[in-house]
């Protein structure tokens, strides 16, 4: 019985609290009702008003033809037929002119601004930086010029040498001297920290100390083959590693004959196609000429094992255009493509390298030009 | 006997796969890597014009404003996409310093372009320009310079972006080029009409007539200094020729109680082909302008119109509604028997030969829509590049890449504007003029 007297205390003290707090029943005191102001009409003038106004009918050109829905073209046009419209849409409708001066007013004729077309002048080109994809020769990186110190001090000082002892003063080495009959004490170099009188920030990435190239790689040796044992003497040590190095300097230059006849298993179907979607995507035809459009050429590059195509060996083999102009459009734009897509290398089993070492790539716009 | 012939022929076609099979394989075991690729993408090629740089005080605004007239007439081609200054790595602060490729390469520039320009005391400008292919580290062409007055700054910027256009595309130049048009003002049931004429780009414009008559189809000479255009001041349409240098004009193959209208250069810009409207008959004539010579090229009781030359001036392609509808029809420039090349539904009309000689431009009208189309000149390969209410009159630019119309908007505040359009029917854009503009024609290149 306590029970339910303390449920029922509980809730009734709830109801009143929201009741008191809760404004449960605010939106009914605050709804306010519309007034509209109304007029007694009488039947004759209700009458009136029914009747039907003669609207009087826009100018509009009857023999205008009116724009179907859709477009029932049979022969449907390259482009859908909402493609213009809809590209069109953004376009404001043109501003309704003043009315034209009836006068004539050729005074406003100015004659076509003359320009000289000098005979063509040929700039000589500046020499572009050195930017060799391939190089037979390591590129050595430089030494990485010092930052600028992040101590800041009241005097700002050099970086010391760096067998130097960090001091406030700065005093040189000096080594006993033997010939002299006054021993001098020896003592070591001492300069003050490096310092600089204000904080500066690091505006500019320093230089990367990483190589900007790197040889090409040499060839996979060839295999070992089993030969008879001969009666030869042993060589020595000194002389093995010197004809190794001479046989490793000459299969650099010159390549083997195993060099030239890849080994291994070709590359499956899936990775070829991966090449291939890997080059297309960066194959735009977009900014070429109709007759490009129409030309198939047939480029030739060589690859570096990580992948990367070495640009300066991208080369025109085959084409097959209306004229040299699209041909060299066409081969312009297949190389933009081998290139751009394959900055960070293209994904190619590196076990396979013997196998696309060298790739030739046909580049047939044909199912393109009907885009 | 047969049967070991059957045999031996079989034997000797395995053995011949089997040769043809092993020396593809051989190939691809000792050959490179061969594949090809025959999907690719259409999309605009990213390029870069930094503010060229002023080599002096007089070149600041203009070295700026140039630079963009370049970056607006490739981008307007829908065949470039410009790339913001505020992406930039490297900047260009002179003329022969080194490209940076790496620093636009990072940014996806595939073509890089830079220039100076020079204005002199005297008003003379110089303004010198050079074309990287960012992604092959190398120039593309060498650099060129070209001079003129300050008051050719436009002509110059176009000129700069014509060849860059060039060179990357392939195509011919066209910025650098004029459009002569009917600038039509007022409210449609009272328009008044002008002949104008202005930049490619809208910009330049001029009026050539008053309006105190009305005047049609204006069309440029081949060498751009001329313009034949239809005019009613008469109260009947009469052919004019007007030259553009000092507005002056004359009056051709002026006929008492004949009606000539839809006039059209040939070639050699001596030779002009019309139509002449006597006795309720339509018919196409042609007139020498030097000898004033008039020949008659059809004579058909149907309405033969809108002809126009093919470049090596040897066809005429016109309309005509000799089969019942209106249709395409091509004849030797000398007269002859016509040869029908449309054969698709509905009307067609206007039909323009491309300046390159390869396909025919014409108009539209299929079930109560307008179209642009273009078609092989044998009637081929018909395309339509645009749809709506009102799309008519095509022109060629130039090079014969781009087609520039007329649309109107339909209602009764529907107004006429000029739209241009690429000829694989991309890059449908509207050009700027102050005023509503119909019946386009395309200028040559200037000179």
Redesign the interface.
């Known amino acids: 019985m306590n029970k339910g007297t303390y449920i029922s205390g509980a809730l009734h003290l709830i109801a009143i609290v929201l009741i008191l707090f809760g404004g449960m029943f605010d939106d009914i005191d605050d709804n306010e009702f519309e007034v509209a102001e109304v007029s007694i009409v009488s039947s004759e003038e209700f009458a009136a008003l029914s009747q039907p106004v003669e609207v009087p009918s826009?100018?509009?050109?009857v023999t205008?033809?009116?724009?179907?829905q859709q477009?029932?073209?049979?022969?449907?046009?390259?482009?859908p037929?909402t493609?213009?419209?809809q590209?069109?849409a953004e376009?404001a409708?043109?501003e309704?002119?003043?009315?034209?001066?009836?006068?004539?007013?050729?005074s406003?004729?100015?004659?076509?601004?003359?320009?000289?077309?000098?005979p063509?002048?040929?700039?000589?080109?500046?020499?572009?930086?050195t930017?060799n994809v391939a190089t037979l020769l390591p590129n050595l990186s430089q030494r990485p010029t010092p930052r600028d110190s992040e101590r800041v001090a009241p005097t700002p000082a050099a970086q010391p040498e760096p067998d130097v002892e960090i001091s406030d003063s700065v005093r040189d080495a000096t080594e006993p001297d033997v010939p002299a009959e006054q021993v001098q004490e020896e003592q070591i170099a001492t300069a003050p920290e490096e310092a600089t009188t204000e904080i500066v920030p690091e505006t500019t990435e320093p230089p990367s100390s990483a190589p900007l190239s790197s040889p090409r790689p040499a060839s996979r040796p060839e295999r070992p083959v089993r030969v008879a044992e001969t009666t030869e003497e042993p060589a020595s040590l000194d002389t093995s590693i010197e004809t190794a190095l001479n046989e490793a300097n000459t299969s650099e230059r010159t390549p083997t004959p195993a060099a030239?006849?890849?080994s291994g298993p070709?590359?499956t179907r899936g990775e070829?196609d991966a090449?291939?979607?890997a080059?297309?995507?960066?194959?735009?035809?977009?900014?070429?000429?109709?007759?490009?459009m129409r030309t198939t050429v047939v480029v030739?590059v060589e690859m570096s094992r990580d992948g990367k195509p070495q640009?300066a060996t991208i080369r025109l083999i085959d084409s097959d255009g209306p004229n040299d102009?699209?041909t060299?459009?066409a081969f312009?734009a297949a190389?933009?493509?081998i290139?751009?897509c394959g900055?960070r290398g293209y994904n190619l089993p590196t076990d396979k390298y013997d196998?696309?070492?060298?790739?030739?790539?046909?580049?047939?716009?044909?199912?393109?030009r009907t885009? | 006997m047969t049967l070991l012939k059957r045999l031996t022929s079989v034997l000797v076609m395995a053995l011949a796969i089997n040769a043809v099979a092993f020396t593809l394989q051989a190939q691809?075991?000792?050959?490179?890597?061969?594949?090809?690729?025959?999907?690719?993408?259409?999309?605009?090629?990213p390029f870069a014009v930094p503010d060229f740089v002023a080599e002096n005080r007089a070149a600041n605004d203009m070295a700026r404003q140039i630079a963009e007239v370049v970056a607006s007439d490739l981008s307007g081609t829908g065949?470039?996409r410009r790339i913001g200054s505020d992406a930039f790595i490297s900047n260009i602060t002179s003329f022969?310093?080194?490209?940076?490729?790496?620093d636009w390469?990072a940014i996806?520039a595939?073509a890089l372009i830079t220039g100076s320009v020079n204005v002199t005391a005297g008003g003379r400008v110089t303004v010198?320009f050079?074309l990287f292919?960012v992604?092959?580290?190398?120039?593309m062409g060498?650099?060129?310079?070209?001079?003129?007055?300050t008051?050719?700054w436009r002509?110059?910027a176009h000129?700069v972006a014509d060849t860059v256009y060039s060179r990357?595309?392939?195509?011919g130049p066209y910025f650098?080029s004029?459009v002569v048009f009917v600038?039509e003002?007022?409210?449609k049931?009272d328009r008044?009409k002008?002949l104008a004429i202005m930049d490619y780009d809208g910009a330049n414009p001029?009026?050539?007539?008053?309006?105190?008559s009305l005047v049609l189809a204006p069309r440029f000479s081949p060498t751009g200094d001329r313009i034949l255009y239809t005019s009613y001041e008469s109260g009947f349409p009469r052919i004019f020729v007007m030259n553009?240098?000092n507005?002056s004009r004359r009056a051709l193959d002026d006929q008492q109680g004949a009606m000539s209208f839809a006039p059209r250069f040939g070639p050699d810009g001596n030779t002009v082909v019309y139509s002449l409207s006597t006795g309720g008959n339509t018919d196409i004539y042609k007139l020498n302008l030097q000898s004033g010579e008039r020949t008659r090229l059809t004579s058909a009781p149907s309405i033969e119109t809108a002809p126009s030359f093919s470049p090596d001036g040897r066809q005429i392609v016109f309309e005509s509604d000799r089969s019942g509808t209106q249709q395409l029809y091509t004849m030797p420039a000398n007269g002859g028997e016509p040869r029908r090349i449309s054969f698709?539904?509905g009307r067609y009309g206007t039909p323009v030969w491309s300046p390159r000689g390869d396909m025919i431009a014409f108009t539209k009208?299929?079930?109560?829509?307008f179209?642009i189309?273009v078609m092989r000149t044998d009637g081929s390969e018909?395309?339509?590049?645009?749809?709506?209410?009102?799309d008519e009159g095509p022109s060629w630019s130039p090079n014969g890449?781009v087609i520039m119309f007329m649309?109107e908007?339909?209602g009764?505040?529907g107004?006429?504007?000029l739209?241009s359009?690429d000829?694989?029917?991309?890059n449908?854009?509207?050009v700027n003029?102050?005023?509503?503009?119909s019946d386009p024609s395309w200028s040559p290149l200037?000179?």
Not at chain 1, 120 to 129: G, L, N
Not at chain 1, 279 to 292: I, N, Q, R
Not at chain 2, 365 to 369: E, L, Y
């Open positions: 826009p100018v509009l050109d205008a033809p009116q724009a179907p477009e029932p073209e049979t022969d449907a046009p390259i482009l037929a493609e213009a419209p590209e069109t376009v409708e043109p309704t002119p003043p009315d034209a001066d009836v006068s004539p007013d050729l406003e004729i100015t004659p076509l601004p003359e320009v000289e077309v000098e063509v002048v040929p700039i000589t080109p500046s020499t572009p930086t930017e030239s006849v890849p070709p590359l070829k090449l291939r979607l080059v297309g995507a960066c194959w735009s035809l977009g900014s070429s000429s109709t007759e490009a030739g640009a102009s699209a060299q459009i312009s190389r933009r493509a290139i751009r900055t196998r696309w070492r060298d790739i030739e790539i046909t580049f047939n716009p044909e199912r393109m885009r | 691809e075991r000792t050959g490179p890597l061969r594949i090809e690729i025959t999907e690719g993408v259409i999309e605009p090629l065949l470039f022969d310093s080194p490209v940076q490729y790496a390469r996806n595939q010198k050079r292919d992604f092959a580290g190398s120039e060498g650099g060129l310079q070209l001079g003129g007055t008051t050719s002509r110059l000129k990357i595309t392939g195509e650098d004029r600038s003002t007022g409210p049931s008044r002008r001029q009026f050539l007539t008053d309006s105190s553009v240098g507005v698709g539904t009208q299929n079930q109560g829509r179209h189309g018909e395309r339509l590049l645009t749809a709506s209410f009102l890449r649309r908007t339909s009764a505040g107004a006429p504007a739209y359009v000829v694989s029917g991309r449908l854009r509207r003029t102050n005023t509503a503009a200037l000179p």
